[in-house]
């Protein structure tokens, strides 16, 4: 989801109050240790449907505001996540910034622990990018509010990546006709959890995979274990290809590269795929391109959390990411039916479900 910086000359915190408001944000808590070199933001969206689970990306943002730029993105987009999956939650997400592969510590995420057990359950934390479930052990020294944890639900990878596969076979349905991935050709942006299962399935199903990763030594990897071919970061976005699937970081889907674009389907893992939600989902709509709006398709790793949250078997958690394929396809046949754009109906089919509960809950 998508909020606009907006400058205010005459105080910073009006600035951030102001754009609160314009996302509609309950809560953000700024997070900051000089002991343990912590610097995070927690961002609590809404809370109707139940406690805000999103879980917490560890990246070496540029300065304070793109980190709250993109926790509040993150966190709206949470909301709508876990709405339209039919989970009673609400959306949260927190970013810690720094270097994830040099700045880990016991220490400091031990002490982003106590901040998120400073909420007193309103946020439940679990894995985002750059964190791993040992990671959130260190977090659970601190506080009980706290997914995917190892001996649990554990890493919730498999099942965002098994999402992505199934509503990107949904979409090959309308837009090819078939369901069937094999032959088609598919381009995978970043490798890293996510998307290293999700090649697995593609290249399972017969389907022609090429891949990018900022990280030399991953791609490696994953070109010899899964026999996959290898681009450029920037020469993905001109290859022939039949689906793109971006895994990595958001906003790929950006006025430069969607003249580049040549695909029928846009379905990947990676929230906040559309740089402008609102101008982008109408030209991939004018395209005749496929669009899979993401916080429906990538939802497999939250119903995983959720699972955990109440004790569910891991069996509901795997048949309840299978049903991303029927919200897909169900998204996808309304948009081509009403001739709006699937981000436009997404959003109302997930409204619309937070409108009704926000109902059951008045006092009586």
Known sequence: MEVKLIKNTDSTDNAVIAQMQNMGHEQILF???????????????????????????MWSYQNEAEALN?????????????????????????????????????????????????????????????????????????????????????????????GVYVGMKACAKIQFGSDSLKGKKIAVQGVGHVGEYLVSHLVKEGALVSVTDIHDDILSRIAKDYGVSVVGTDEIYDLDMDIYAPC?????????????LKCGIIAGAANNQLKDETIHSQELLNKKIIYAPDYVINAGGVINCFSEVKGLSSDWS?????????????????????????HTIANKMAEERIESIGKVKLPM
């Open 31 to 57: 997070c900051n240790d000089s002991a343990t070199g912590l610097k995070a933001i927690i961002a609590v969206h809404n809370t109707v449907l139940g406690p805000a689970l999103g879980g917490t990306r």
């Open 70 to 162: 993109d926790v509040l993105r993150l966190s709206k987009g949470m909301t709508y996540k876990n709405a339209i999956s039919g989970l009673n939650l609400g959306g949260g997400k927190a970013v810690i910034i720094g270097n994830s592969r040099t700045d880990k510590t016991e220490a400091l995420f031990r002490r982003f622990g106590k901040f998120v057990n400073s909420l007193g359950g309103k946020y439940i934390t679990a894995e985002d990018v750059g964190i791993s479930p040992i990671d959130m052990n260190w977090v659970n020294m601190e506080t009980n509010h706290v997914v995917g944890l190892p001996g649990k639900s554990g890493d919730p990878s498999p099942l965002t990546a098994l």
């Open 318 to 342: 795997n048949s309840k990411t299978k049903e991303i394929y029927d919200t897909i396809f169900n998204i996808v046949k309304r948009s081509k039916d009403e001739g709006l754009s699937t």
């Open 248 to 260: 990595a970081l958001g906003s790929t889907v950006n006025d430069e590269n969607l003249s580049r």
